[in-house]
Protein backbone atom coordinates (compact mmCIF):
# COMPACT_ATOMS: atom_id res chain seq x y z
CA UNK A 1 0.00 0.00 0.00
CA UNK A 2 1.39 3.44 -0.53
CA UNK A 3 1.59 4.58 3.13
CA UNK A 4 4.49 2.17 2.82
CA UNK A 5 7.03 3.95 0.80
CA UNK A 6 8.33 7.60 0.57
CA UNK A 7 9.90 8.49 -2.48
CA UNK A 8 10.88 12.31 -2.85
CA UNK A 9 13.70 14.65 -4.62
CA UNK A 10 14.98 17.71 -2.46
CA UNK A 11 11.62 19.74 -1.28
CA UNK A 12 9.98 18.41 -4.55
CA UNK A 13 6.34 16.63 -3.75
CA UNK A 14 6.50 12.75 -2.87
CA UNK A 15 6.42 10.72 -6.01
CA UNK A 16 3.49 8.09 -5.93
CA UNK A 17 4.95 4.17 -6.01
CA UNK A 18 3.23 0.98 -8.11
CA UNK A 19 4.33 -1.58 -5.86
CA UNK A 20 4.49 -5.18 -7.08
CA UNK A 21 5.18 -8.41 -5.37
CA UNK A 22 6.68 -11.51 -6.76
CA UNK A 23 5.32 -14.44 -4.89
CA UNK A 24 7.51 -16.82 -6.21
CA UNK A 25 11.16 -14.99 -6.27
CA UNK A 26 9.57 -12.90 -3.66
CA UNK A 27 10.71 -9.55 -4.42
CA UNK A 28 9.01 -6.59 -3.97
CA UNK A 29 9.48 -3.88 -6.51
CA UNK A 30 8.26 -0.45 -6.77
CA UNK A 31 7.33 1.71 -9.72
CA UNK A 32 7.05 5.02 -10.06
CA UNK A 33 3.52 6.40 -11.49
CA UNK A 34 5.27 9.12 -13.60
CA UNK A 35 8.65 9.53 -14.86
CA UNK A 36 11.06 9.96 -12.57
CA UNK A 37 13.57 13.53 -13.77
CA UNK A 38 16.95 12.84 -15.06
CA UNK A 39 19.93 13.39 -12.91
CA UNK A 40 17.96 14.33 -10.06
CA UNK A 41 18.67 13.10 -6.35
CA UNK A 42 15.82 10.89 -4.98
CA UNK A 43 15.68 9.69 -1.34
CA UNK A 44 13.26 5.97 -1.01
CA UNK A 45 12.28 5.71 2.38
CA UNK A 46 10.55 2.38 3.59
CA UNK A 47 8.00 3.39 6.34
CA UNK A 48 8.20 0.97 9.26
CA UNK A 49 5.08 0.57 11.57
CA UNK A 50 6.05 0.79 15.43
CA UNK A 51 2.51 0.79 16.60
CA UNK A 52 -0.16 -1.97 16.22
CA UNK A 53 -2.10 0.99 14.46
CA UNK A 54 0.52 2.53 12.33
CA UNK A 55 0.72 2.35 8.82
CA UNK A 56 3.88 1.02 7.05
CA UNK A 57 5.31 -2.11 5.43
CA UNK A 58 3.80 -4.81 6.07
CA UNK A 59 3.32 -8.42 5.44
CA UNK A 60 -0.09 -10.37 4.53
CA UNK A 61 -0.60 -11.34 8.07
CA UNK A 62 -0.04 -8.10 9.73
CA UNK A 63 3.72 -8.76 10.31
CA UNK A 64 5.87 -5.69 10.55
CA UNK A 65 9.33 -5.46 8.97
CA UNK A 66 11.99 -7.11 11.36
CA UNK A 67 14.87 -5.06 10.09
CA UNK A 68 17.62 -4.33 12.54
CA UNK A 69 17.36 -1.23 14.47
CA UNK A 70 14.06 1.50 15.14
CA UNK A 71 15.51 3.55 11.96
CA UNK A 72 13.91 3.32 8.66
CA UNK A 73 15.93 1.78 5.74
CA UNK A 74 16.69 5.28 3.48
CA UNK A 75 18.09 4.90 0.08
CA UNK A 76 19.31 7.46 -2.53
CA UNK A 77 20.10 7.77 -6.04
CA UNK A 78 20.56 9.75 -8.88
CA UNK A 79 19.11 8.93 -11.92
CA UNK A 80 20.49 8.90 -15.53
CA UNK A 81 21.51 12.11 -17.68
CA UNK A 82 19.10 10.42 -20.24
CA UNK A 83 16.27 8.06 -18.93
CA UNK A 84 16.02 4.72 -21.15
CA UNK A 85 12.42 3.26 -21.75
CA UNK A 86 11.88 -0.43 -21.16
CA UNK A 87 11.38 -2.89 -24.35
CA UNK A 88 8.12 -4.65 -24.44
CA UNK A 89 8.95 -8.51 -23.30
CA UNK A 90 7.45 -11.15 -26.16
CA UNK A 91 3.66 -12.73 -25.02
CA UNK A 92 3.58 -15.28 -22.57
CA UNK A 93 2.40 -18.65 -23.47
CA UNK A 94 0.54 -21.20 -21.54
CA UNK A 95 1.75 -24.03 -22.85
CA UNK A 96 4.50 -25.36 -21.19
CA UNK A 97 3.40 -24.98 -17.33
CA UNK A 98 0.48 -26.11 -19.06
CA UNK A 99 1.64 -29.30 -20.11
CA UNK A 100 3.67 -29.93 -16.70
CA UNK A 101 -0.31 -29.68 -14.92
CA UNK A 102 -1.84 -31.93 -16.91
CA UNK A 103 1.16 -34.01 -16.29
CA UNK A 104 0.87 -34.03 -12.67
CA UNK A 105 -2.57 -32.64 -11.38
CA UNK A 106 -4.97 -33.83 -14.44
CA UNK A 107 -3.51 -37.25 -15.12
CA UNK A 108 -3.11 -38.01 -12.03
CA UNK A 109 -6.66 -38.06 -11.12
CA UNK A 110 -7.08 -34.98 -8.68
CA UNK A 111 -7.41 -32.25 -11.20
CA UNK A 112 -9.33 -33.92 -14.39
CA UNK A 113 -12.15 -33.25 -16.59
CA UNK A 114 -15.65 -33.44 -15.12
CA UNK A 115 -17.44 -33.16 -12.38
CA UNK A 116 -15.26 -36.08 -10.15
CA UNK A 117 -12.51 -33.07 -10.46
CA UNK A 118 -11.02 -32.24 -7.14
CA UNK A 119 -12.58 -29.30 -5.47
CA UNK A 120 -14.10 -28.42 -9.16
CA UNK A 121 -10.66 -27.49 -10.32
CA UNK A 122 -9.92 -28.99 -13.69
CA UNK A 123 -6.56 -28.71 -14.93
CA UNK A 124 -6.93 -30.82 -18.92
CA UNK A 125 -6.17 -28.44 -21.81
CA UNK A 126 -8.97 -25.97 -22.44
CA UNK A 127 -10.42 -25.75 -18.64
CA UNK A 128 -8.32 -22.96 -17.57
CA UNK A 129 -11.16 -20.21 -18.99
CA UNK A 130 -13.41 -21.63 -15.71
CA UNK A 131 -10.85 -21.04 -12.88
CA UNK A 132 -10.13 -17.18 -13.92
CA UNK A 133 -11.51 -15.40 -11.28
CA UNK A 134 -13.68 -17.84 -9.99
CA UNK A 135 -13.23 -18.34 -6.11
CA UNK A 136 -11.05 -20.94 -4.56
CA UNK A 137 -13.39 -23.28 -2.38
CA UNK A 138 -10.67 -23.38 0.06
CA UNK A 139 -11.09 -19.15 0.66
CA UNK A 140 -14.87 -19.31 0.55
CA UNK A 141 -14.99 -17.63 4.41
CA UNK A 142 -16.43 -14.34 3.60
CA UNK A 143 -19.55 -12.69 3.69
CA UNK A 144 -20.16 -13.51 0.03
CA UNK A 145 -18.47 -16.41 -0.95
CA UNK A 146 -18.60 -16.90 -4.28
CA UNK A 147 -17.43 -13.08 -5.35
CA UNK A 148 -13.69 -12.71 -5.59
CA UNK A 149 -11.65 -10.21 -4.12
CA UNK A 150 -8.46 -8.91 -4.66
CA UNK A 151 -8.12 -6.36 -1.23
CA UNK A 152 -9.85 -7.80 1.76
CA UNK A 153 -9.54 -6.76 5.08
CA UNK A 154 -7.87 -9.98 5.86
CA UNK A 155 -5.94 -11.57 3.01
CA UNK A 156 -6.87 -14.61 1.09
CA UNK A 157 -10.66 -14.43 2.12
CA UNK A 158 -12.36 -15.32 -1.77
CA UNK A 159 -9.66 -15.50 -3.13
CA UNK A 160 -9.71 -16.77 -6.86
CA UNK A 161 -8.23 -19.41 -8.44
CA UNK A 162 -6.86 -17.29 -11.00
CA UNK A 163 -6.49 -13.89 -11.33
CA UNK A 164 -5.96 -12.14 -14.72
CA UNK A 165 -3.30 -9.36 -14.01
CA UNK A 166 -2.42 -10.39 -10.37
CA UNK A 167 -0.80 -13.56 -10.04
CA UNK A 168 0.23 -12.51 -6.17
CA UNK A 169 -4.21 -12.75 -5.78
CA UNK A 170 -4.33 -16.23 -7.49
CA UNK A 171 -4.72 -19.08 -4.69
CA UNK A 172 -3.23 -22.00 -7.44
CA UNK A 173 0.17 -20.43 -7.11
CA UNK A 174 0.08 -20.67 -2.92
CA UNK A 175 -0.84 -23.86 -3.37
CA UNK A 176 2.09 -24.80 -5.21
CA UNK A 177 3.94 -22.39 -3.36
CA UNK A 178 3.78 -24.53 -0.12
CA UNK A 179 4.86 -27.72 -2.08
CA UNK A 180 7.91 -26.08 -3.33
CA UNK A 181 10.10 -28.31 -1.58
CA UNK A 182 9.34 -30.59 -4.56
CA UNK A 183 10.86 -28.17 -7.02
CA UNK A 184 13.77 -28.81 -9.22
CA UNK A 185 15.84 -26.18 -8.94
CA UNK A 186 18.78 -27.17 -10.75
CA UNK A 187 19.44 -24.35 -13.96
CA UNK A 188 17.25 -22.38 -12.22
CA UNK A 189 17.86 -18.35 -13.48
CA UNK A 190 16.40 -15.44 -11.45
CA UNK A 191 15.01 -12.41 -14.03
CA UNK A 192 16.58 -10.41 -11.27
CA UNK A 193 20.32 -9.24 -11.40
CA UNK A 194 19.95 -8.91 -7.36
CA UNK A 195 20.79 -11.23 -5.66
CA UNK A 196 17.16 -13.14 -4.25
CA UNK A 197 18.11 -15.17 -1.18
CA UNK A 198 20.94 -14.76 1.51
CA UNK A 199 24.25 -15.60 -0.11
CA UNK A 200 23.03 -16.18 -3.72
CA UNK A 201 24.70 -14.47 -6.57
CA UNK A 202 22.89 -11.51 -8.46
CA UNK A 203 20.48 -14.08 -10.85
CA UNK A 204 20.45 -16.77 -8.37
CA UNK A 205 17.01 -18.34 -7.83
CA UNK A 206 15.12 -17.66 -4.02
CA UNK A 207 15.82 -20.70 -2.22
CA UNK A 208 12.49 -22.92 -1.19
CA UNK A 209 10.37 -21.74 1.45
CA UNK A 210 11.69 -22.39 4.70
CA UNK A 211 8.96 -24.88 6.76
CA UNK A 212 8.22 -21.76 9.22
CA UNK A 213 6.95 -19.67 6.12
CA UNK A 214 4.85 -22.75 4.68
CA UNK A 215 3.46 -22.73 8.29
CA UNK A 216 2.43 -19.25 8.44
CA UNK A 217 0.63 -19.00 4.95
CA UNK A 218 -0.96 -22.39 6.27
CA UNK A 219 -2.27 -21.07 9.28
CA UNK A 220 -3.39 -18.21 7.27
CA UNK A 221 -5.59 -18.96 4.22
CA UNK A 222 -3.65 -21.89 2.25
CA UNK A 223 -5.22 -25.06 3.33
CA UNK A 224 -5.10 -28.33 2.54
CA UNK A 225 -2.15 -30.70 0.75
CA UNK A 226 0.01 -28.67 -1.29
CA UNK A 227 0.44 -29.29 -5.23
CA UNK A 228 0.82 -31.45 -6.31
CA UNK A 229 0.72 -33.77 -3.09
CA UNK A 230 3.54 -35.88 -2.49
CA UNK A 231 4.44 -38.94 -4.14
CA UNK A 232 2.45 -37.89 -7.14
CA UNK A 233 5.12 -37.21 -9.36
CA UNK A 234 5.85 -40.33 -10.78
CA UNK A 235 7.81 -40.44 -14.02
CA UNK A 236 6.63 -36.68 -14.79
CA UNK A 237 9.19 -34.40 -14.98
CA UNK A 238 9.42 -32.35 -11.77
CA UNK A 239 7.56 -28.84 -11.66
CA UNK A 240 10.62 -26.15 -11.58
CA UNK A 241 10.75 -22.49 -10.53
CA UNK A 242 10.50 -21.71 -13.93
CA UNK A 243 7.12 -23.27 -14.45
CA UNK A 244 6.07 -21.16 -11.84
CA UNK A 245 7.72 -18.41 -13.07
CA UNK A 246 5.86 -18.82 -16.62
CA UNK A 247 2.26 -19.04 -15.09
CA UNK A 248 2.94 -15.76 -13.38
CA UNK A 249 3.66 -13.99 -16.08
CA UNK A 250 1.16 -15.23 -17.84
CA UNK A 251 -1.20 -13.69 -15.09
CA UNK A 252 0.58 -10.64 -15.24
CA UNK A 253 0.21 -10.02 -18.77
CA UNK A 254 -4.04 -10.51 -18.21
CA UNK A 255 -4.26 -14.64 -18.96
CA UNK A 256 -3.94 -14.09 -22.40
CA UNK A 257 -5.98 -17.17 -23.76
CA UNK A 258 -5.23 -17.12 -27.53
CA UNK A 259 -1.32 -18.36 -26.26
CA UNK A 260 -2.96 -22.06 -24.92
CA UNK A 261 -3.87 -24.57 -26.81
Same mark, same amino acid.
Given at each position: ????????????????????????????????? /??????????????IPLEEADSGLRAFDGA???????????????????????? /???? @???? @??????????????? $??????????? /????????? /?????? $????????????????????????????????????????????????????????????????? @???????????????LRDWFVQGAPMPPPGS?????????????????????????????
Open positions: MRQSFLLSSGGGPAVFLIPRWDLVERVLSLTPA /SPLAPQTLYRLELLAYAGEGEVPPVLEFRTAAVMAGRS /SPPP @PTCQ @PWQERFVQHCAMAGC $HGEGPEASLGL /SLVPGALPQ /SLGRVA $HQTQRGASSTTPLRAPSRFGIQMPLLDAGHPENSYLLYKLLIGDEQLQRSGCVSPYQVPVSEGAP @PGGCAEPLASAERERDGASPPLSPGDLRELAAWLEAGAPLETCP
